[in-house]
């Protein structure tokens, strides 16, 4: 929400490689809508409720296409050569259900020189396929066979502001915090619950690191 400059330049970059271009705004109070608009893409609404796996999947509802590329506004894609494109990953690997990126973090144009560097991202998947079950730190589920792509082939680029970077870091923390104390809360807890507690409870410890490159 409010980077209209961001999201112009996302599908400026974007929009070479892709059938459509599907956005779900969360209640922007800056121009998103029109940008968006005027650069062909299909706007939609949904409040914002700070379930992001749900955002994700209004998207996928409104897409027409049988493959999916998620990315936010602060992303943009890079291809490796000229000659590189989503197209050709599909069609190298026809069995495969998904594929998974590095991506790149960098805080005010600059990599942060920490862990938070690099992380793996699943982003392009059969939209039949995958699904997102999470609120926060969602990757779509129900994919079975996943291909990593080299970074030196496409690579992810996310670009935040310090600023921007502390904001989310703060709000994300605190969703993470009520999201651990309501499993917490539970009698029991599924398999899959006991993971995701675990998972959380680990992130949670290694958000300080984050939170110092942010300052």
Known sequence: MNQSNRLSLAINVIKRYVDEIVVVDGGSKDDSVQVAKNLGAKVYYRKWDDDFGAQRNHSLEKAVNPWVLVLDSDEVFDFGSADNNFQKMIS???????????????LDNQKTGS???FDKQLRLFQKVKGRYTEKIHESARGLKKVIEIPKDECILLHYKTKNEQRQHLKYQRQLM?????????KNELSEEEQKTLKYEKDLLKRWDIWWKDAK
């Open 92 to 106: 190298k690997n026809p069995d495969a259900d998904g594929f998974m990126f590095t991506r790149s973090n960098f």
């Open 177 to 185: 915090i009520d999201f651990i104390a309501s499993l917490e809360a």
């Open 115 to 117: 862990v938070g560097d």
